[in-house]
């Protein structure tokens, strides 16, 4: 059985950084496509950062220069190191591992920005 479990989020003040974790078992991890989405209260989940099994790494404009993606195939863990964080990057954010058809999701750790 598929599990993602995140972790690292928490409340930072604007300009500060947070580093999530997502350790995943059941999955076929170092094959696959991993990466992170997020939810803002009333938005729709978006994409922020994926990283192929190849290594290559589309972030979304908005976290471009701030957030760096990162895997470690050994461990089945999937990071995103955020700095200079804003208060636009608030929400609910979900790992997300993606190989075919198959498509595995964590429950999500909160991310609030404010001063």
């Given at each position: 059985?598929?599990?993602?479990?995140?972790?690292?989020?928490?409340?930072?003040?604007?300009?500060?950084?947070?580093?999530?974790?997502?350790?995943?078992?059941?999955?076929?991890?170092?094959?696959?496509?991993?990466?992170?989405?997020?939810?803002?209260?009333?938005?729709?989940?978006?994409?922020?950062?994926?990283?192929?099994?190849?290594?290559?790494?589309?972030?979304?404009?908005?976290?471009?220069?701030?957030?760096?993606?990162?895997?470690?195939?050994?461990?089945?863990?999937?990071?995103?190191?955020?700095?200079?964080?804003?208060?636009?990057?608030?929400?609910?954010?979900?790992?997300?591992?993606?190989?075919?058809?198959?498509?595995?999701?964590?429950?999500?750790?909160?991310?609030a920005v404010s001063s």
């Amino acid at each position: 059985q598929a599990q993602l479990v995140e972790s690292g989020g928490g409340e930072v003040q604007p300009g500060g950084s947070l580093r999530l974790s997502c350790a995943a078992s059941g999955t076929p991890f170092r094959i696959s496509t991993v990466g992170w989405y997020r939810q803002a209260p009333g938005k729709q989940r978006e994409s922020v950062a994926q990283i192929t099994s190849g290594g290559s790494t589309p972030y979304a404009d908005s976290v471009k220069g701030r957030f760096t993606i990162s895997r470690d195939n050994a461990k089945n863990t999937v990071y995103l190191q955020m700095n200079s964080l804003k208060p636009e990057d608030t929400g609910v954010y979900y790992c997300n591992v993606r190989f075919g058809r198959s498509d595995y999701w964590g429950q999500g750790t909160q991310v609030a920005v404010s001063s």
